[in-house]
């Protein structure tokens, strides 16, 4: 089995910046895509950043140029840098991984709130 554990949410002002991370932990298996979704209160849940293996990117438009998603392949850890928050940046934001052969799993969810 494989879990996975984020940290780094909270509150913060707007224009300012938190940084997530998201240990995967477990034997036998290897990650494919990991990825950080986001879940706003009494919304579906949304794609916010993505990258393969092999270090590929992909941004969900409103977030294009303010986060940034990084992993390190030897600690099977990924990462969020989010910088000029905003209000609408709140949400419960949670790690995602492919991980052969179990598949897709989610972590437990970390807040981030943005307000003055």
């Known amino acids: 089995q494989v879990q996975l554990v984020e940290s780094g949410g909270g509150l913060v002002q707007p224009g300012g910046s938190l940084r997530l991370s998201c240990a995967a932990s477990?034997?036998?298996?290897?990650?494919?895509?990991m990825g950080w979704y986001r879940q706003p209160l009494g919304e579906q849940r949304e794609l916010v950043a993505i990258?393969?293996?092999?270090?590929?990117?992909n941004y969900a438009d409103s977030v294009k140029g303010r986060f940034t998603i990084t992993r390190d392949n030897a600690k099977n850890t990924v990462y969020l840098q989010m910088n000029s928050l905003k209000v609408e940046d709140t949400a419960v934001y949670y790690c995602?991984?492919?991980?052969?052969?179990?598949?897709?799993?989610w972590g437990q969810g970390t807040q981030v709130t943005v307000s003055s």
């Open positions: 990258i393969s293996s092999g270090g590929t990117t």
């Open positions: 477990g034997s036998g298996f290897s990650i494919l895509d």
């Open positions: 995602n991984a492919n991980c052969f052969p179990f598949g897709i799993t």
